[in-house]
């Protein structure tokens, strides 16, 4: 246990076994090499990780955001290659694509059990009717 005021640092493997509370002061920390936390860490301030950054190692594992806003950013934000995609330079939405060309593009069966509602705000539970890129009507 570390309880004084001392510089610390690593040029080679760092690792916190258990559950264990790591406190760092000052502006700058730079950890060199591989560290590993087995058990919980806690981070009090401010996170930033530069270079490739993997979070979990199995399809049970959950990522959990714990914020009321959330600012990506990079220019695109792919979650399951194209299940949700989202394209912030052109401000494009895709579902199951990854290439949305409209502003919210879906590549698979929508459904609305309340209706549609259009920019002038009227909310209609009549039959869409669908139309493609020359203006014919496919649907109904």
Known sequence: TITANVKFSTLGN????????????????????????NGSLTVNQNLSINGNTTIGDAATDRLTL??????????????DTGLLFLQKNSNRVGINTLR?????????????????????????????????????????
Do not use: C, E, M, W
């Open 100 to 140: 949305p060309n409209t502003a919210f593009h879906v590549n698979g069966v929508v459904l609305a059990n309340s209706g549609f509602k259009y920019p002038d705000g009227a909310l209609t539970t009549a039959p869409l009717y669908v139309y493609d890129d020359t203006g014919s009507q496919l649907y109904p």
């Open 66 to 79: 714990n914020s009321n806003t959330v600012s990506i950013g990079a220019a695109v934000l792919n979650i």
């Open 14 to 37: 760092f690792t916190v076994s258990g559950n264990s509370v790591i406190g760092v002061a000052g502006k700058r920390t730079i950890i060199n090499g591989i560290s590993t936390a």
